[in-house]
């Protein structure tokens, strides 16, 4: 149940819903809108009745939501969220450009990627610290010390920091560091993990999960709203599939499809998706086409001797190509409506 406020409504008639949908032993969750605040029901055994809330002062009006995820869906809230980390603002009428290594490696290696993303016009840098690798064998991450380099590149660079951050044990340091706080594929089903991060104070980036549908993921990013922490910003980064030409398959539909049925932005990763460094740049074409929020690109100044996904990871003369082309999709693309 939403509960939609008068536009003129006073913090005493918000206050009241609140209350009786407390006494009712539902959680009250508070959404400001652009020019009303409605309020969403949580945790209720069963349906309520709408007129509990109709004919309450300041009650516009009280609509069932349909949706398995409540705080994520569009129709608890109807327009577009803006999602700011740093100076930065992701999501509509903005197209945000993350990118940098895989691993962070050294300082040295993290400047010189930030210096070539900066230039060629990236907003936010990315790098891990921690790293999930697929071998317990291959290199790790650097931990703290990766994120202090992080922290490094903001200071040098003014790009704000997203990073992976794997498990909860970790989850105080890396959002001491970071900007933006990174779950990764394989960890779209930690549930302990997104209650955390629903109480953190720094916006999330949820990648999907390997093989999650749809449903699934924005049935993730709702374990992180529900513990009150509503900045997530999505994040496709291909499926497993039947193929060996990438490493995943990038699944474009998930733009279009999450933008109708959510108000977060979701930007792509087509790096993961491609697992290779020659389908990055259309991969980028495509997925700003299609009308996502972002990019997430792993770039790399020796990919030859990068210690994770070099194969993946673009040449900065590809990455400033990169820019310069998707810059001008988006503006003839991103300005459209996308439906
Ligand atoms: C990453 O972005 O560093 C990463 C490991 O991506 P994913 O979780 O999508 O595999
Ligand atoms: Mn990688």
């Known amino acids: ?42 945790n209720n055994a069963g349906p309520l009745d709408a007129s509990l ?37 992701i999501g509509n009428g903005n197209l ?54 992080l922290a490094k590149v903001r200071e040098t660079t003014g790009m704000p920091v997203v990073t992976e951050v794997m498990d909860t044990q970790a989850f105080d340091l890396v959002e001491h560091y970071a900007d933006m706080l990174q779950i990764g594929t394989r960890n779209m089903q930690n549930f302990s993990l997104l209650k955390r991060a629903g109480e953190s104070f720094r916006p999330i980036l949820l990648k999907r999960g390997l093989a999650a549908t749809i449903e699934e993921w924005l049935m993730a990013a709702e374990y ?43 930007i792509v990763d087509p790096s993961h998706a491609a697992g290779r460094r020659d389908q990055v740049l259309p991969l980028s074409r495509a997925a700003v086409a299609a009308n996502a929020h972002g990019l997430m690109v792993e770039v790399h100044h ?14 900065p003369e590809q990455f400033d190509i990169l820019c310069r082309q998707v810059k001008a999709i988006f503006n003839v693309s991103g300005g459209q409506e996308p439906f």
């Open 1 to 42: 149940m939403l509960v939609v406020m008068d536009v003129s409504a006073t913090p005493e008639q918000i206050e009241q819903v609140v209350n009786v949908i407390e006494a009712k032993g539902c959680t009250a969750r508070p959404i400001p809108g652009g020019d009303r605040v409605s309020i969403g029901v949580l």
């Open 53 to 89: 809330f109709i004919g309450l002062p300041g009650v516009k009006d009280a609509v069932p939501i349909t949706k398995p995820y409540k705080l994520v869906s569009r129709e608890t809230k109807a327009d577009d969220t803006l999602i700011q980390v740093g100076d930065v603002v």
């Open 96 to 149: 945000t450009l993350m990118a940098g290594p895989c691993a962070i490696e050294s300082e040295d290696q993290a400047l010189t990627i930030a210096g070539h993303v900066k230039k060629s016009g990236a907003h936010m840098f990315r790098g891990g610290a921690f790293k999930p690798r697929t071998s317990p064998y291959t290199f790790q991450g650097l931990g703290e010390a990766g994120l202090k380099i």
């Open 224 to 266: 992180i709203m529900a513990q009150g922490n509503h900045q997530v910003v999505l994040c496709e980064r291909g499926v497993r599939t039947f193929v060996h030409h990438s490493r995943n398959t990038l699944d474009l539909s998930a733009v279009p499809v999450v933008r109708k049925e959510s108000h977060l932005p979701i």
């Open 302 to 315: 020796q990919p030859e001797k990068a210690l994770s996904d070099g194969a993946q990871s673009l040449y």
